[in-house]
């Protein structure tokens, strides 16, 4: 370590100042003398260190993009359960409004078959449905509890569906006009030629007992002739759809299988079908000896 004199050393702090304010002094003059040289040195120094801060860069910018794609993953996570939550809560409320469409269309069909004032009616749901191959029946949600007996027409804002058959409290079952043992007495309308619509569980029923034949072509509409005291005339059933050798067969006008709401009227005319005999109990082993106690004394 070179150890400097005291004079030297003084004489160093003296111009040490001097020197530097000096320098900085030239330092500003020749930046005000020539701008351009400092800008070049700016840039060159720039231009050295430019490849590092892009090496640096590079790193950092795809971190940034990889933190980006994740939150853009996240919010698009997040989106997508919102919206399949908003999905099925509009789905629900679909399901529910095509419901309550369908139930208003068919309760409009039957305010369109709204029969005359002095005739009483129910509209019924219907709750169960047989469809099977050997009966073809219907069950719906009122019985005795709203007047309802049998016989009593079943229609809806199309026509006839067929006919009460069993009633009980609180539910009835509906003899369909296709069934194998319903038969009902029509007329063609337009030539008035009588027949019996019989069901044979098919999808569409025959004409039998046509006076004749020749008088019933494809297109012609089929109603209630009222024979019989069971229907009022006048009911529409179907149209003629097909002619083979087994007889007409008839399309019903009520689409039988879709059924949702019908209607009961009661025309005054179930009283004429033969009511059911009510069930007899058997007598008990105590009555039977009642009774041969009694046989003696008469």
Do not use: C
Request: glycine share 8%; proline share 6%; hydrophobic share 45%.
């Amino acid at each position: 370590m070179i150890r400097l004199s005291p004079p030297l050393r003084a004489a160093i702090q003296r111009t040490t100042l001097p020197v530097l304010i000096l320098l900085s002094a030239a330092i500003i003059v020749l930046g005000k003398a020539d701008r351009m040289l400092f800008d070049s040195l700016r840039a060159a120094t720039a231009d050295s260190l430019a490849p590092a801060l892009e090496t640096v860069a590079q790193p950092l910018a795809a971190v940034g993009n990889v933190i980006d794609r994740a939150r853009g993953f996240i919010g698009t996570y997040e989106e997508n359960r919102r919206l399949v939550r908003e999905n099925e809560r509009l789905l629900q409320w679909q399901q529910a409004a095509l419901d309550l469409s369908a139930d208003n269309q068919k309760l409009r069909g039957l305010v369109n078959a709204v029969p005359a004032a002095s005739v009483a009616y129910v509209t019924a749901r219907v709750i169960a449905n047989s469809g099977g191959a050997y009966v073809r029946t219907v069950m719906i949600d009122a019985g005795a509890d709203q007047h309802l007996a049998r016989g009593q027409a079943a229609i809806t804002g199309e026509g006839l569906i067929g006919r009460l058959t069993e009633v009980g409290t609180r539910a009835a079952r509906v003899l369909l006009i296709t069934d194998l043992n319903s038969r009902i007495p029509v007329v063609i309308d337009g030539s008035r030629t009588n027949a019996v619509l019989a069901g044979d569980n098919s999808e569409r029923p025959r004409l039998v007992y046509l006076s004749t034949s020749d008088a019933v072509k494809i297109g012609d509409r089929v109603v209630t002739s009222g024979e019989g005291g069971v229907f009022p005339p006048g009911l529409p059933v179907g149209v003629v759809s097909a002619i083979d050798a087994g007889g007409p067969r008839i399309e019903p006008f009520v689409e039988l299988s879709q059924l949702g709401y019908l209607m009961v009227v009661d025309y005054g005319l179930s009283e004429a079908l033969p009511q059911p005999v009510p069930f007899a109990a058997r007598p008990t082993a105590r009555g039977k000896a009642a009774a041969a106690n009694e046989a003696p004394s008469r």
